[in-house]
């Protein structure tokens, strides 16, 4: 479950700046201060919006979309009607993010998409990886309590009470499905539609539910 083998690709703007923390959870608190670092080296192929918000020539962006900074949307983004980008998010290249859908305090790595009913917060979704429609990141638990990543017996204790999920590269993720606290899931699984998912989840695996995880043929 550490960074470097949740997210293979280097297929971000920020990628450098995930990979130089050894668990995902760790960088969280710094996403705000490194966007504003980065989009003031960002060159001219990206527009500045007020103090910090940094937008691609090449995106799209709807007009009926909220955004708040600091926040950066790469070459190729689209992003959709109704979206609501709450600030300290970047979105990359050629990403979805769209209709009706929040995220705040994340990072979507190039080519995820997010294009449905969807709330992504204090989280990172790794290359490709897709999220389907009104699947929903929880990054609260309901006791307010600092959250606790289960991993095989072993309780990490993060110290931290708002954590999302952690999404590896080419992960798809069911329709109605809810990723709770502190779920992470490692690279090329499925998650079955309407499956509530928790834990660290193996790579190369299809999610039927949490009783029920089987590894893909010839994995």
């Given amino acids: 479950m550490k960074t470097k083998d949740i997210f293979i690709s280097a297929d971000s703007i920020a990628d450098e700046f995930i990979k130089s923390y050894t668990y995902p959870y760790e960088l969280l ?5 490194y966007i504003l670092e980065l989009g003031n080296m960002l ?11 940094w937008i691609h020539k090449n995106a ?14 790469d070459d190729g983004a689209e992003i ?50 897709h999220m389907g429609a009104s699947s ?21 204790e993060t110290n931290m009470r708002k954590i999302g999920a952690f999404i590896g590269d080419n992960v798809e993720v069911g329709c109605g499905s809810i990723l709770n606290p502190g779920t992470i899931i490692m690279p090329n699984t499925n998650i079955y539609p309407l499956t509530s998912v928790r834990g660290v989840i193996p790579g ?3 999610v039927k539910s949490m009783d029920n995880i089987i590894k893909k043929d010839g994995m």
Avoid: M, T, W
């Fill in 29 to 33: 608190p710094n996403i705000k201060k």
């Fill in 43 to 53: 060159g001219k192929s990206f527009n500045k919006i007020g103090e910090d918000i």
């Fill in 60 to 73: 799209s962006v709807s007009k009926s979309a909220e955004i708040h900074g600091p926040c950066i949307i």
């Fill in 80 to 129: 959709r009607c109704n979206a609501f980008v709450r600030g300290s998010v970047i979105i990359g290249k050629n990403c979805v993010f769209g209709n009706s859908c929040e995220i705040k305090n994340a990072i979507l790595y190039d080519n995820v998409q997010v294009p449905h009913f969807s709330y992504v917060g204090d989280s990172i979704l790794g290359s490709h990886s």
């Fill in 136 to 156: 929903i990141i929880s990054n609260l638990k309901s006791d307010k309590k600092n959250i606790i990543i289960k991993n095989n017996g072993e309780n990490i």
């Fill in 204 to 206: 190369n695996s299809i």
